[in-house]
Every structure is written in C-alpha cells, then in structure tokens.
C-alpha cells in the first residue's frame, strides 16, 4: 500500500497546475492532463481526500482553489477554467457557462462553468481536517455558504432534495439512468448525444437562471447527489458542532439532512427493492445503476433497504461483476461494456470508477458489510496495479477503458482506509 501511495503521489504531482488570480499562487490536481485540463469540483474533492494523506499542505491548497471561485450567492461551479487559452470553441464547455450568448464574441471566455456536481466539499474538508485541524476556521465560512446556497437555490419549492439542472450536474455524465428522462433512444448515438444536450441548450438559453428552469419542470431528484449531500450535511454539522460559535451552523445542517433523509426514503421503489431518480412529476425514473446503491452512505437507512440493496450488489446478474461496482446493472439493456457505442464513448454506461467503488465501500463498511467491502476494495486495488491509474474499468474483464493517469483514480490508495 505504501507504494500505491508513491505512485499516486506522483501522479496527483504531475497532474498539479498553478493559476494566479488577484496576486495570488493557487495549486489544483486536473483529472487528465490530456482530456480533462481544468479543475473540476468532485475531482477535485477526491483528489483532496489522497493528498490528505500524502502532503496536507497540499490537500489544502487543492480546496483553497475551489473555494477562490465561489460565487456570491455560494455557487462553487463544476468547472473552473484556470487557464481560459485552453478553452476550445468546440467544447461542451460553452454550452454549460452562463453568458455564453456572448459566444461569438471572439473574446468572450466564462472563467467557470454555471453548474454544480455531487456536493463532497464538507467530505474532503473533513477528511483534511483529521489530519489539520486548524483549517476548519478557514472552510467552514465557505462550507456554511455552499450548503445553505444548496438548500436555498437548488431545491424546488416544499423539497428538501437538491434537483438537477442537467444530467451532467450527477458527476455521470451518460448514464442510463437519465435515458427515460431525456426522451433518449439508447441504441442510437445521436439520440443520446442531442437529446442529454438539449436540456443544456434550454439552460443556456435561460441563462442559467434557476426560477426560469425550475419553472420548466423537468429537474430531477438524483440519488447518488443527494445521498452525498445528506452525508455531507451531517459531516457539516459534525465540523460546526466543535466550536461553540456554529452551533447554529451545526443545528441547522443536522436538520435539513433530517428532512432530505425522509425526501431520499420516498425514492425508494418497494417493487423493485431500488432506489430511482424522480423528476418533478414525482415518477421514479431510469435504469438501474450505481446511483441507486448510494443511500447505503446513510447509516441509518432502513433495514429492509439495506438488505434490499445488498441482494443486487451480491447479484452475478446486477453488480456482482467479476471487476466490481459496474456503474449500471449487467442484466440492464442499456448497459455498455466499455463505454463505446459504434465507436462513440459515452462514460458512465457500464464501467466501473473509483470513485463509485470507493463510496460504496465506505457505506458497505457503515453497514458492517465488511467481506463485501474488503472484496471490492481489493479489486479496485488489482485493477489499479494491473491497469493503472485509469477513469474506467471494464467491470467483466478489469481492462482500462477510461482516460489513462486519472487523479480519483488514487482513492485506490485510501479505498482500505475509508469509513
Ligand atoms: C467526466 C465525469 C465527471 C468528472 C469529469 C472530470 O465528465 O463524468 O464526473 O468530474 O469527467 O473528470
């Protein structure tokens, strides 16, 4: 293990880039030097959580950049493009930025994207935290801003839950789980393409205004967001509660993660033993996928859920792969063994992540589900040896199929650790 971590270090080094913003020297880890050349939020998260573990100076610096890009209103966007000459007009870069109307303004650039991604902030703070405590004075201003924008901006009137703008806000870009959602033909690249890219071109045409999107109605409650974000509420209250002055902070984020909690357990589909996103209309929608087995982060989710979820993860047909978790069910007929679909990529439609496996680890071991926990553990550690540091993993064969020198793809070297 001490080696894997080496070697993530080096990879996270080589993946590090310095922007300077208003005098100031910021570090980040990009995903992919080749593929992904900005800071992304969840990324950069993750990436935090290893350094913590490498060099905490560094893990500091990592969230110190994000937070340099929160918006006014509390907004830490998805995207942040530290270095705008790299920003190519073809990108989907565009479509997901507020003023983009603008686009043919040759010297029009957004600095962000306008879009959130699975809120593991308070995740990643803690995970420092434990190493630092001094850096809980400096992220929970920031943290109490983020959520609360959160809670305030992202969730429709009544609800508790966030709701999604775009399907690329779940961190899952294709998954199957919005085909029905967005109307796509899952046999055609193109439908999948124009249809999941649509409801950008809606938001951009809105300008990224969310009562005008929101009125749309066709946001959506995901699961895999909004388990995290109800662990992570929890994790706020916890690092609030140690100083007397939050005590609000902590109170308040314990209740919210409450009522999100009882919201999530609506999502729960008694026939299928599954939990589903669902969009305004109140309809569990999708295919069954990694999202659905994400709840388990919860430690108090019902009984009969955890036994229900642990049935399909134990199942050959489900996720019982030979390379676990695949991010959507074998026996699905949407699922793609290694992205590809006459010769399109289109992630998230099968492979496994490091990053899936890594939280359902953690919320296995929150279960007791020790065996299971440690058995993916060491596959995702087999993996990683055998392939490197890759985004994907071809859950029947173990096979990088992703963008190779991945940053989350070090969680390999905490995935033994994570509680
Ligand atoms: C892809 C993934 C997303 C990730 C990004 C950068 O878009 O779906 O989760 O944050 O790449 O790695």
Not at 51 to 65: C, H, M, S
Not at 186 to 206: D, E, G, T, W
Request: with cysteine; charged share 25%; net charge neutral.
């Amino acid at each position: 293990m001490a080696d894997l971590l080496q070697r993530a270090e080096r990879l996270l080094t080589a993946n590090t880039q310095t922007a300077l913003s208003n005098g100031r020297l910021y570090r980040f880890t990009v995903p992919s030097v080749r593929h992904y050349p900005f800071q992304w939020f969840w990324d950069s998260c993750f990436h935090a959580i290893v350094w913590a573990k490498i060099d905490v100076e560094r893990a500091k610096d990592e969230l110190r950049a994000l937070f340099a890009r929160q918006q006014p209103d509390g907004l830490i966007p998805h995207v942040i493009f530290w270095d705008q000459s790299k920003l190519s007009r073809r990108s989907w870069h565009y479509l997901e930025s507020k003023g983009s109307w603008r686009y043919f303004d040759p010297r029009y650039r957004p600095l962000t994207s306008a879009e959130i991604q699975p809120p593991v902030l308070a995740q990643a703070v803690e995970a420092v935290c434990a190493v630092d405590a001094s850096f809980e004075a400096e992220a929970l201003p920031v943290l109490e801003r983020y959520y609360r924008y959160l809670a305030r901006c992202r969730t429709r009137p009544g609800r508790h839950l966030i709701s999604l703008i775009s399907q690329f806000e779940s961190g899952l870009d294709y998954s199957p789980a919005y085909d029905e959602l967005a109307g796509i033909d899952r046999r055609r690249p193109i439908s999948i393409f124009a249809r999941s890219r649509l409801v950008q071109l809606k938001n951009l045409r809105a300008d990224y205004n969310l009562n005008e999107i929101f009125r749309r109605n066709d946001s959506v409650e995901d699961i895999l967001v909004n388990s995290i974000y109800i662990d992570a509420l929890r994790t706020l209250g916890r690092l609030a509660q140690h100083e007397g002055r939050h005590a609000a902070l902590a109170a308040w984020a314990r209740q919210e993660a409450a009522c999100a909690r009882e919201q999530l357990l609506e999502l729960w589909d008694p026939g299928r033993h599954f939990f589903y996103n669902r969009n305004s209309n109140g309809r569990p929608v999708g295919a069954m996928t990694v999202h659905g087995l994400m709840p388990l982060l919860l430690e108090d989710l019902p009984a009969d859920m955890v036994a229900g979820l642990l049935e399909h993860l134990h199942d050959p047909k489900r996720f019982a792969a030979s390379y676990p978790v695949p991010s959507v069910a074998l026996d699905e007929p949407s699922f793609l063994i290694d992205s590809h679909l006459y010769g399109f990529r289109f992630i998230w439609r099968g492979p496994a992540s490091l990053n899936t496996n890594w939280l359902v680890t953690k919320g296995l071991r929150r279960h007791g589900q020790r065996e299971t926990a440690t058995l993916i553990a060491d596959s995702s550690v087999g993996m990683v040896e055998a392939g490197g540091f890759n985004e994907f993993f071809n859950a029947l064969t173990s096979d990088p199929t992703g963008e190779p020198d991945f940053g989350w793809a070090t969680l390999a070297a905490d995935i033994h650790d994570c509680r």
